[in-house]
């Protein structure tokens, strides 16, 4: 069985986006811990089409990753519309 696809698109805080598409890393039952464990690093890291993106989380305003795991970290609000 092969992992899905996702897109991570990163807001910087010049409004400039970001978008990737990539093979799913890990499996969903995964991904609460590697969520946890990438807040903690000081920068996302990227490799796309051969070049590696180093971006400061100083830098982000936001981070989407679409389709979200079905397992997500402690707290996360579940069940949400977004209106705007």
């Given amino acids: 069985m092969s992992m899905p696809t996702k897109v991570i698109e990163v807001t910087l805080l010049d409004g400039q986006k970001l978008s990737f598409k990539y093979p799913a890393q890990i499996k969903d039952e ?3 811990e590697r969520i946890a464990e990438a807040l903690k690093n000081p ?6 089409d051969d070049t590696l993106y180093i971006i400061p989380n100083s830098a982000i305003q936001l981070i989407t990753v679409s389709p979200a795991p079905t397992k997500l ?5 579940r069940g949400a519309k977004r209106l705007s």
């Fill in 43 to 48: 920068s996302v890291t990227i490799r796309a």
């Fill in 73 to 77: 970290p402690r707290g996360t609000i």
């Fill in 30 to 32: 995964h991904a609460a």
